[in-house]
């Protein structure tokens, strides 16, 4: 079992619906989450970060978080063809190392 | 403005050649990272530094060194003993290694020709 699974997509939502992401992990003493954006051939690019169970929300994204089933998700709203990236979820044991997705590709169409 | 700057962007390499990637931040942050990604894979780490003259081995460090001579530069050797060097390099920083967030370098591409 991996440290960190997400479904690889494409995941294909029209412009202007909600895009609904999905992370599960395996180590239950994960205490820090993180929701990076990656444009082929760029770098990852920090969206989000939650500590605590429940919903963050920063603008159109909102990330929640259920240390119970041991799920982390990433709600974008209003989803704009500008969205259509690589969603990479990374996970974190108190000082441990930060252990990464392998992504789930988005696609937004006009 | 502040930010991790990588160079060179492209590299491309002869097998059994070593070369090196260049980490710069001015952030102030102690610690940094390199971290590896081929196509369809997540993000693999290869070393970390948490404070200068002082790193640990990620989780596919061998044929790769780094240094840590100064806070602000953090270069990766790739030698000719990793086998399959052909990847995108990303270096990252972060305040502290704890629960801080990551921020990441534009990347590197180093291609073996």
């Known amino acids: ?110 | 403005d502040g930010g991790i700057t990588q160079s060179p962007k492209y590299l491309f390499r002869k097998e059994g050649q070593n070369v090196t990637l260049s980490c710069e931040q001015n952030l102030n942050h102690d610690a940094m990272y390199w971290y590896r990604q081929d196509p369809g894979q997540g993000l693999r780490l290869i070393y970390y530094s948490q404070i200068v003259n002082d790193f640990q081995k990620g989780d596919i460090a061998e044929g790769y060194s780094v240094s840590r001579e100064k806070k602000e530069s953090f270069p990766l050797t790739v030698t000719s003993a990793q086998k399959n060097p052909t990847a995108f390099y990303l270096c990252a920083s972060s305040i502290s290694t704890g629960g801080n967030t990551i921020y990441f370098g534009e990347g590197s591409w180093l291609t073996v020709v």
């Open chain 1, 1 to 110: 079992q991996k440290e960190v699974e997400q479904n690889s997509g494409p995941l294909s939502v029209p412009e202007g619906a909600i895009a609904s992401l999905n992370c599960t992990y395996s180590d239950r003493g994960s205490q820090s989450f993180f929701w990076y954006r990656q444009y082929s051939g760029k770098s990852p690019e920090l969206i989000m970060s939650i500590y605590s169970n429940g919903d963050k929300e920063d603008g159109r994204f909102t990330a929640q978080l259920n240390k119970a089933s041991q799920y982390v998700s990433l709600l974008i709203r209003d989803s704009q063809p500008s969205d259509s990236a690589t969603y990479l979820c990374a996970v974190r044991r108190g000082f441990q190392k930060l252990v990464f997705g392998t992504g789930t590709r988005l696609l937004v169409s006009p």
